[in-house]
């Protein structure tokens, strides 16, 4: 197994082992028997459990951006890509209860202000898609002419919010038909008339 291979499986590990039993209770040793490894060899991957769960976390906002992206890979047009965009952002989560537990015990993973957010670099990728969608949309004339930077932002902390309306302030069963209703508000706002 490589050295990413194996580091990709702590991190997982790890992952799974924060959600089940907290920061607190989870100890460097607990990822190491999982693994099959020593707490030792673990150290060669992370500094300290800090880091570990940093990295942990991270490494599962990674693998959400690049499942957001193969699915936008695949379609063509901007509209296509945005509501494909969309619905991969949001239904993602569902099926990650490892992730979702994390989002509700670690409220400072979704953050709007640029200085407190300690994934800064893996949400850039993440508005990279967006951007590029919107960019895609003006040069098809299927958008409107945009300022795409504020527009970008505007747009990922209006998912953001909903992100933690619909995951880790858990409201309900509307929250679907909010999901629709929002996404069809966006793009008959980005569309030319």
């Not at 990413?4 to 190491?32: H, M, N, P, S």
């Not at 990674?62 to 047009?77: K, L, M, P």
């Not at 945009?146 to 509307?174: N, R």
């Amino acid at each position: 197994m490589s050295r990413d291979d194996r580091e990709k499986e702590i991190l997982r590990a790890a992952l799974g082992l924060f959600a089940r039993f907290g920061y607190r209770k989870t100890a460097v040793e607990d990822v190491a028997r999982e693994t099959g490894m020593t707490k030792g060899n673990v150290y060669f991957y992370v500094r300290d459990k800090r880091d570990l769960y940093e990295k942990a976390v991270g490494n599962a906002l990674i693998e959400w951006r690049d499942s957001v992206a193969a699915a936008v890979e695949c379609e063509t047009g901007a509209v296509k890509r945005f509501r494909v965009m969309a619905r991969r952002s949001f239904e993602y989560l569902s099926g990650r209860p490892d992730l979702r537990k994390i989002l509700e015990e670690d409220r400072g993973i979704f953050t709007l202000s640029a200085g407190e957010d300690r994934f800064r670099e893996i949400n850039e990728g993440a508005m990279g898609i967006l951007r590029s969608i919107l960019e895609q949309g003006i040069r098809e004339k299927t958008f409107r002419r945009i300022d795409v930077p504020h527009t970008t932002e505007l747009i990922f902390s209006i998912y953001i919010m909903f992100l933690i309306k619909a995951y880790v302030k858990s409201e309900g069963s509307s929250v679907l038909k909010m999901f629709e209703e929002g996404l069809d508000i966006i793009l008959r706002g980005l569309l030319r008339k």
